[in-house]
DNA sequence: CTCTTAACGGAGGCATCACTCCGTTAAAGT
DNA sequence: ACTTTAACGGAGTGATGCCTCCGTTAAGAG
């Protein structure tokens, strides 16, 4: 009650201009670097390409996670929104397929923020409640997908992460070659997912605990590979 | 004729004995090292683990590259092997599905080798040569296979190698957690090469050109994660 | 226009890693 | 045993990246 925007005994001072464009100009630095370099790249030169020094940086976000949760709410946003939409879609195989397909392509034009589904942001609730309800989604669109049998039967939502997760390594791969190339491959996985096509999987699907330690990794150190 | 072992002019001094077990002592420690942090694992590391100087490292082996070569020769005639013996089975089917399982294994054991087959090895022709030989025999079980009928008549060369790359990323998100996890997926990866029903792809092949520049693509930085 | 103060930014400390130089050690030949 | 000399190894240099401290600047309020 006191102290809230204008009613409170001190008035809470208004934000300063530079403050707010400096903010901003990081965020945008922080992404191009981010999807170029990994999102291990180096902070100072994130600073230096945002045109402030590394103190600002800071100020702005005390540690590298709290740029991530700035950064990257927004591309965990989109991909609940793929699969609202393959939810949405009454067409199971096409909605699911779909799905593979976008996750696939939006992971390989933001080369850096690979494999957002199975990276760990202890620390960012925030981020972490996307994640988890994004994966809830999954498990439904996976669900629903098998009863009608537009898929085999004996197919997960951990096997459909490990997927799109394969489907990564190729596009970082070829990326700067041939950028469409991850498409072939991520189609041969849809016909690995078929009930037609389907025979029997020698290894058990990941427990519970397993999937969840595997699904929470730490972020990786340098997901991608320049000059040698 | 002249400066050769024991016949010259000048004898050519015997090796000294602590030189030999430095040098023996060093491959150990590279090789626990490279397994376990990567192909870029540090070298003074390596020297520490080894017991020696890097200096002593430095003169055994001037570069990287060097010790890379002294490292990585012997799984990649494994590797060869591996492609020679599924060449060697009369069932088409069960040597390549095999040769991608036990290919998959091997990448999963040794996680800091991580996709030899798609690194570059400039400046050391034995690796480049070793490499050379595997891709030509691959292509000669591809193309087996695929007139025999026991796989899709669209797939190639190089969806193959995508896909043991694809699983390489599995094997390392869930060697912690569950180490056999990665053969679900690579079997997966078997239906999707299968012949029957296959739904046609809408990517083309890459062109060689493409292929050439996506196989040899720079050894990574840091291939595996660790600690956040 | 003046004052207050938050925000700025960069110099610098600390850690890691690559790589070298050189005084010391000890292996091998006599 | 003595000599020669290759090999040793670690201190040291330079580069990179993380992060902080603090003197300076300028935004916003009055």
């Known amino acids: 009650m006191a102290n809230e925007a204008g009613g409170g005994t001190r008035r809470t001072r208004a934000e300063r201009s530079d403050s707010v464009r400096n903010r901003e ?12 370099d990994g999102l291990h790249a ?9 045109g402030v ?20 709410e927004e591309p965990l946003r989109a991909q609940l929104d793929l699969v609202e939409r393959a939810l949405a879609n009454p067409d199971r195989w096409t909605g699911l397929a779909g799905y593979l397909l976008e996750t696939c392509a939006h992971e390989a034009e933001r080369g850096g923020y690979l494999n957002l589904m199975t990276t ?5 609730p925030r981020l972490s409640e996307l994640r988890r309800q994004i994966q809830r989604r999954i498990v439904e669109l996976i669900s629903r997908a098998r009863t009608e049998g537009v898929i085999r039967p004996d197919f997960t939502t951990e096997d459909l992460v490990f ?12 990326r700067d070659v041939a950028p469409g190339a991850w498409r072939r491959n991520a189609e041969l996985f849809l016909d690995s997912m078929r009930p037609e096509r389907a025979h029997p999987l020698s290894q058990p699907p990941l427990q519970p605990s397993e999937v969840a330690l595997t699904m929470t990794r730490p972020a990786p150190r340098k997901p991608l590979s320049e000059e040698d």
Not at 42 to 50: E, H, N, Q, S
Not at 163 to 174: F, K, P, Q
Request: hydrophobic share 50%; no cysteine.
């Open 25 to 36: 100009r990081l965020l945008v630095a922080a992404r191009a670097l981010f999807a170029t």
């Open 163 to 174: 997927l799109t997760l394969s489907n990564s390594r190729v596009a970082e791969v070829t």
């Open 120 to 124: 760990r942001f202890d620390g960012a």
């Open 42 to 50: 180096p902070l100072d030169r994130i600073a230096t390409t945002a």
């Open 53 to 72: 020094g590394p103190g600002t940086l800071y100020r702005h976000f005390p540690t590298r996670l709290a740029l991530w949760e700035a950064v990257l």
